[in-house]
């Protein structure tokens, strides 16, 4: 079963503008993930944060985890066409395995 | 540059038949992963190693195989395939288990 669910399942924006995500989960988690998926490719990595990480910054993108609400968003600044994508959340919750949530599908308008 | 490759990249099958997928990696990890991913839920784990000759059931094991004779190399077979399992697979390796996985580029499968 899906231990993250991303929030909303899909999104559209006009190019420049920021994009915001929200992942959210169900137990303790030793840290959390968010990749990238363009349309017929594999999932590439983005940013881990851990679970004693309140904030993370990779060019970008901004990561925040709230573990007392059991939540992450991930912000994406500034956006280009090149960030059309769907963007998915792991959590590590038990046995050194990441399970992933559904998505996010961002198109970025011209 | 180490990668990680699957092969097919598209495959077509009828219904009975076995199929195996292969995946291949250089990055020396010694966790391999196979997902498969369908519309409406995301990645699900088939099956996964944390070594050689380690091998694990995921959540959407039944119907699938693996092997696990290298540190390279986990084969994903399908020993009788079924309309059911027409979908989109994904290979991934990793250091540790909750670290970053890699991806490999997938590999489309059609069940006839």
Known sequence: SQQGEEDPQALSIQEGENATMNCSYKTSINNLQWYRQNSG??????ILIRSNEREKHSGRLRVTLDTSKKSSSLLITASR?????????ATDAYDYKLSFGAGTTVTVRA | DAEITQSPRHKITETGRQVTLACHQTWNHNNMFWYRQDLGHGLR???????????????VSDGYSVSRSNTEDL??????????????????????????????????????
């Open chain 1, 81 to 89: 066409a090149a960030d059309t994508a769907s963007y998915f959340c």
């Open chain 1, 41 to 46: 490719r594999g999932l590439v990595h983005l």
């Open chain 2, 75 to 112: 084969p994903l077979t399908l020993e009788s395939a079924a309309s059911s399992q027409t979908s989109v697979y994904f290979c991934a390796s990793s250091v540790s288990g909750r670290e970053t996985q890699y991806f490999g580029p997938g590999t489309r499968l059609l069940v006839l």
């Open chain 2, 45 to 59: 784990l088939i099956h996964y190693s944390y070594g050689v000759q380690d091998t694990n059931k995921g959540e």
